[in-house]
């Protein structure tokens, strides 16, 4: 089934310069490029994405990692891409993921773990609309 989902390439793939390297890797998968923008992530946008831990006491070190460099948005289609590319990825804690995954090979722990990933096509659906305006994800 084709689906789109969200990544965002997060402040530590921006300073590594590495967000070619891994859309490579997602390209060389076969998954297509439906949007792709760099922006630069406000306050509000970010209590809104993160907020099933907006309340925590770690939640102001979201923030300010997340808001250190802009982003990269990107709207990323395929079959069953959700869930091809979180295996892509490998587990949240880029120090338990092992080599050869996109956090195992570049990440360093469980925030600076290089990209955001969707994880369910409701997920995908409400964030691609959170970061990307009307007319800014292109069908073909």
Sequence with gaps: MSQTTLILFKPD???KRIVGDVLKRFEAEGFTVRGLKMMQLTDELLKEHYAHVAELPFFPEIVAFMKKTPV?????????????????????????????????????DKMTNVCHA??????????????????????R
């Design 13 to 15: 793939a921006v300073e």
């Design 72 to 108: 990269v948005a990107l709207a990323l289609e395929g079959e069953n891409v959700i869930t091809r590319v979180r295996d892509l990825l490998g587990p949240t804690d880029s120090a338990a993921a092992p080599a050869g995954t996109i956090r195992g090979d570049f990440g360093t």
């Design 118 to 139: 969707s994880d369910s096509p409701e997920a995908a659906a409400d964030e691609l609309k959170r970061f990307f305006a009307e007319g800014e994800v292109f069908n």
